[in-house]
């Protein structure tokens, strides 16, 4: 062992200045990425994790179909849903749309406000590897994250993300129990309506017959009259206070985003890493040395054989 790196110590020594010519260049080219590279900000903001519900496979399938995500299915929660959202088309392009500083985020981040269609997707997956989600399996905390050239914009373009995601659960995410809701307000109206008009002819009825008890066939058409009323206002309340049931259970099941901690400027650059790059330009320069220096040494040694032989 002490040998072979004698061996290799008096070949680097024979070709110093070919192995450090080379160790420099590669120093060179990364001092030129490290320091050149724009700075990137990384902001962050901190979820709680959703209530869990009974109600959650049927919303997870709900928001596959409205996603156009796939594997949806194969997820434990929302809480592993919450990073493939931020990174949904959807909210991405609302956020986009949304004005800071007087300008929309597509103009601070695409520096122009009119893109082509082509240069609106190149955009769209650009955002996309920008912005990142993870939950935590002891805690249960979800983070979203967003790594953009401004800090400031970093962090104002998070907190827009978790708005964006906040009004894609509220009206886009329809429950089972906001699918009765609905229902049950349409029959209410349908029912309303229909007091309201046995109402007006029971009241036009016995303007119109001021003495109904006079004849059996005005008090048997007063009595329908009112039966047909008393018969819809019945469903009426009712249906009133189905209506309030499925209120309560629609907000029990709809998922909202919980916002532990938002975002704010981060102070500290995560790239480049120029420590980092320096030491892997280091490390690679060295290897290339000694593939080099080992090179030349066989080519020098092949061609001494080759003129001994002739």
Not at 5 to 30: K, P, Q
């Amino acid at each position: 062992m002490i040998a072979f790196v004698t061996d290799w110590l008096r070949l680097l020594d024979a070709h110093r200045r070919l192995f450090g010519g080379i160790v420099a260049v590669c120093l060179a080219a990364g001092a030129c990425v490290a320091f050149l590279s724009p700075k990137q900000y990384r902001a962050s903001a901190q979820l709680l994790p959703p209530m869990a519900n009974g109600q959650t496979s049927q919303l997870i399938s709900r928001l596959s179909a409205i996603t156009g995500l796939e594997n949806m299915g194969q997820h434990p929660g929302f809480a592993a849903l919450y990073p493939d959202i931020a990174q949904s088309r959807g909210v991405l392009e609302g956020a986009l749309a949304q004005q800071h500083a007087g300008r929309t985020f597509r103009f601070w981040i695409a520096r122009q406000d009119s893109l082509t269609p082509r240069e609106h997707e190149r955009l769209l997956r650009w955002l996309k590897r920008r912005v990142e989600g993870y939950s935590n399996p002891l805690t249960g905390l979800i983070t979203i994250a967003v790594t953009l050239k401004d800090p400031v914009l970093a962090a104002a373009f998070t907190n827009e993300l978790l708005r964006q995601m906040d009004l894609f659960f509220s009206t886009q995410v329809v429950t089972e129990a906001g699918a009765k809701r609905v229902s049950i307000d349409a029959r209410l109206r349908e029912v309303e309506t229909l007091l309201r008009e046995g109402e007006d002819r029971l009241e036009d009825f016995l303007r119109a017959n001021r003495l109904p008890e006079a004849s059996p066939a005005l008090k048997l058409e007063e009595t329908r009259l009112r039966r047909d009323m008393e018969v819809n206002a019945a469903l009426y309340v009712e249906l009133k206070r189905q209506r309030e049931i499925a209120r309560v259970e629609e907000v029990g099941t709809t998922p909202t985003l919980r916002v532990l901690e938002p975002a704010v400027p981060p102070l500290v650059k995560v790239s480049p890493r120029r420590a980092i790059i320096l030491g892997f330009s280091l490390v690679v320069g060295g290897i290339i040395g000694l593939a080099a220096v080992k090179l030349r040494q066989d080519l020098a040694a092949a061609r001494h054989a080759g003129a001994r032989d002739a």
